[in-house]
């Protein structure tokens, strides 16, 4: 599989956005407008999503992307997750959130049992970190993009499986927020590279407890929390460039 460009356009931050498939897999790839085969390799950060629609989600994936590619030289790249978006309907993932949706309104916001959160869960993880690492061989095989790689947000199971198999990732910035499997928290263990993870202490999606205990199973001898008041939607705008200064630090070793 190679990657086709179906369209491209220079923004007005000298960023050049590009949409692109590779196979099934439908994507977005932000660079510098001075990209070149001459210029200095761009390190890569892969930008995650909840599963709602890369469509849905273009506006503040769009703003995080071009923020790291502008003021940071950075290439990003997203692509759209399984049985979401334009992508065909996957009847194992309607049928899970389904349950979920039921599961949560009896619960009335309280604990979802942990064989629904699996169901959700695993299976898209198991599908989408096949893709992750596809794309990536595609995207570090292009001129002018040579890594280091970062990963960041999206759901953060895909991050924690990503961060244990992918060596090319050498950091993560995650976002707390979404169920998490008790076989994910296995793998947290497991866990080495830095990270930067965010959460809202407030989120009404998120059960608070869990993502403390995520954090604290999580290997890495540099791991940084960083607990703001307010929503799943309320992250301080202030921690867009506090994360990139994060991913500066690791992937261009300057102490931003």
């Known amino acids: 599989m190679t990657v086709h ?19 099934e897999i439908p994507g977005i790839l932000w660079t510098p407008a001075a990209l070149s085969p001459g210029s200095a390799p761009a390190p890569l950060i892969l930008i995650g999503h909840p599963p709602l629609g890369l469509g849905r989600m273009y506006p503040r994936l769009a703003g995080r992307a071009r923020h790291y590619v502008a003021e940071y030289g950075f290439a990003a790249a997203t692509i759209e997750l399984p049985g979401c978006g334009v992508r065909p309907r996957w009847a194992a993932a309607e049928q899970a959130r389904a349950d979920l949706r039921r599961a949560m309104a009896m619960e009335s916001g309280g604990a979802v049992g942990g064989e629904i959160i699996d169901a959700l869960i695993l299976p898209l993880v198991d599908r989408a970190v096949p893709e992750w690492q596809v794309v990536l061989d595609e995207l570090l095989s292009m001129p002018g993009i040579g890594g280091p790689v970062g990963y960041e947000g999206g759901v953060i199971s895909i991050g924690v499986r990503l961060a244990v198999v992918e060596p090319r990732i050498v950091a993560a910035g995650l ?8 076989a994910v928290f296995e793998e947290a263990r497991r866990v080495t590279i830095p990270l930067h993870v965010l959460l809202q202490w407030d989120d009404e999606g998120n059960d608070r407890q869990a993502a403390l205990d995520l954090f604290d199973a999580f290997g890495s001898r540099e791991k940084t929390l960083h607990a703001n008041l307010g929503g799943h939607t309320g992250v301080p705008q202030f921690e867009l460039d506090t994360g990139a200064r994060f991913f500066a630090r690791h992937l261009t070793g300057e102490p931003h």
């Open 5 to 23: 460009f179906s369209s491209e356009q220079r923004l007005d931050d000298d960023v050049v956005e590009r949409e692109f498939t590779l196979g």
């Open 175 to 182: 976002f707390a927020g979404s169920l998490v499997p008790a």
